[in-house]
């Protein structure tokens, strides 16, 4: 172990694309803002608009994907803590890839099989079931694009577990005892 | 019964992964996965797709990431130090003193935020220093925090209720008005609580400041905004001019302007608000994924159904059945959060629910209360971890110190199983055709 290998190397370039991927998500959710407003406005105004609520439905969808790579980066999904944080040397970092392999495994499911979805839709031209006809496979194949950035950084994060087995523990997707909104 | 150990398996691995520490959203796909192969013949990744996509796809949802981004604004406005400001002068004449700023102060932020860790850790911010400045029992001051903060699930919004709302199919704005009364009637219990104490141990007799007329109706002339913005959320949905996911909006709008007011609003806490509300939100869509998929494989096993069954065979009268229930989500609350114990159960229990005959807006309301108290019992108690974050104080401290809320709780689900009216009495007034 002099030099850390290439893999690593290059895995640290990705860091910045998660981070991207959560700024992503965050113009989703100004999105999903203006769709709400110009739903209330409009209404006021006395003026129909169809589809606002599904595009604001889509909005929310493909900004949650795209924030699921950034938040597991950066150690916002929670996890039972209990057992794991008993563990300390070698068990707690078997018990750490297990975890990752688990969670990689799970993630690259996920986006394979939305991203089939999407395909689909694309195929048999499928469209939403509001007044407005939505064409389906444009929300779900940036959903997909959120998905297969989530099942990346669960790649990546496994990779570090068993190359660099000290740095891993110390990343921020192992600290166990997350808040939800406690940070926040 | 020749279905029994492949039950037995999908149960297993459901433990398993979750006490191993898998994230709960992988544990929930990766369980669902497995209940999927081993009790249909169905093809299993693309169901998963569909129900995924359908729900986080779901108009009733976006509420969620709405009411998420206005909590976090306000979190980083200077709204703690106004709370402090404008309750002090009011409440330290009751007995007990300031302990009724952190009760008072928590519920009035749980009516603009809804979680309940960040209710703890707004109010306590500027409460803990200022009642340690002055002698107060810390006992006290982190028993009223870890209870009270413990409303933001209860008053509106809360997340909660907006995760219980999409799982059960029940509509948001209901179930929302109907949390306003036993929510207020909780925190009237914990001061009345605090009063009492007060009368029979005496030891607040810590000096009062001294303010004049004109400073006590300055404090508050400070609070009227905030007080607005709860009024104008709550009225907008009570009166069906918005539905939750529109109050929301109207809602971080009204939060960005009072920030702007109070001049904290700048690019810098505008970004983190965004981002913020962008984690807290993908890190409960992560567990709603999990948990949509789960529900289908759950529905496939027939689990739910034979425990409908099961338990209905067991000729239990409703009492009996709310007081096993209570038991249960305490222990369960003992090892999963909040959100993971309600998407977790509901997926099993909502056909037993139903048939035993409960109104589904009551045992929401039932239901924030008994996670509420799961929320301040060791070992996993997340208002537990914040409190030791900002007091320094053990685990077994702060869970000793939370004891009588704890109690004060169970008193409050007897009192919501008496008094049924209490969740059910508000949605059955309000406005017809507001969704």
Known sequence: MTARPAILRLLDRLEPLYRACGYVAAGFLLALTGLVLTSILSRLAGVFLGGVTELAGYAMACGSFFALSWTFKSGGHIRVALLVNQLHGRRRLAAERFCRAVMAGVACYLAFYMGRLAWFSWLFGERSEGSAGFLLWVPQSLATLGAAALALAAIDSLLRALLESERALASPEAEAKAIPGGKA | ?435
């Not at chain 2, 039950?7 to 691995?13: H, P, T």
């Not at chain 2, 796909?29 to 986080?56: K, N, V």
């Not at chain 2, 803990?128 to 919004?157: D, N, Q």
């Not at chain 2, 209720?161 to 925190?187: D, H, K, M, Q």
Request: charged content about 10%.
């Open chain 2, 1 to 435: 019964m020749s279905e029994l150990p492949l039950i037995a398996l999908f149960v297993l691995s459901l433990f398993f992964l979750l006490g191993s520490g898998v994230w709960v959203g992988a544990s929930l796909l990766a369980c669902a996965f497995i209940g999927m192969e081993l009790f249909t013949g169905r093809p299993t990744g693309d169901s998963m797709a569909i129900t995924i996509w359908g729900t986080q796809s779901s108009w009733t949802l976006t509420a969620l990431p709405m009411f998420i981004w206005m909590g976090e604004i306000l979190f980083r406005s200077r709204l703690s130090e106004i709370l402090f400001r404008g309750l002090t002068p009011w409440l330290q004449y009751l007995p007990g003193g300031l302990l009724h700023v952190n009760i008072a102060g928590c519920a009035i932020f749980a009516a603009i935020s809804g979680s309940s860790a960040a209710t703890v850790a707004t109010v306590g911010k500027m409460s803990i220093p200022e009642l340690r400045r002055r002698g107060y029992p810390e006992r006290m001051t982190v028993g009223t925090l870890a209870g009270a903060g413990t409303l933001g699930l209860l008053i509106p919004p809360s997340i909660a209720l907006i995760i219980y709302g999409v799982t059960v199919n029940e509509s948001i704005s209901r179930l929302f008005i109907a949390g306003i009364l036993p929510g207020i009637a909780l925190a009237l219990l914990f001061m009345t609580y605090v009063v009492v104490w007060d009368l029979v141990a005496g030891k607040t007799k810590v000096d009062r400041q001294r303010f004049s007329v004109r400073e006590r109706l300055a404090a508050l002339f400070d609070l009227l905004p905030v007080l607005g913005l709860i009024l104008g959320v709550i009225l907008s949905i009570y009166s069906g001019f918005a539905t939750a996911t529109e109050a929301a909006v109207l809602g971080v709008i009204g939060s960005l302007a009072l920030s702007a007011i109070q001049r904290s609003l700048t690019w810098e806490s505008f970004r983190e608000s965004l981002l913020g509300a962008v984690r807290t939100s993908a890190m409960i869509a992560f567990i709603l994924m999990g948990s949509s998929f789960l529900s289908l494989a759950m529905g496939f096993t027939g689990i739910p159904r034979a425990l409908a069954e099961g338990i209905g065979g067991l000729q239990l009268g409703p009492l009996e059945l709310i007081a096993l229930l209570t038991v249960f989500y305490i222990l369960l609350g003992c090892f999963l959060d909040g959100i993971s114990s309600i998407v977790l159960t509901m997926a099993v229990i909502e056909p037993l629910i139903r048939q035993a005959g409960f109104d589904m807006l009551w045992f929401g309301i039932y239901l924030m209360l008994v996670v509420e108290m799961a929320q301040i019992t060791p070992p996993i108690g997340f208002n537990l971890f914040v409190l030791q974050g900002m007091t320094g104080h053990d685990m077994g401290f702060i869970a000793r110190a939370s004891v009588p809320m704890f109690l004060i709780m169970v008193f409050a689900v007897v009192l919501l199983v008496w008094f049924p009216e209490a969740a059910t009495y508000l949605p059955s007034i309000m406005s017809r055709g507001s969704g």
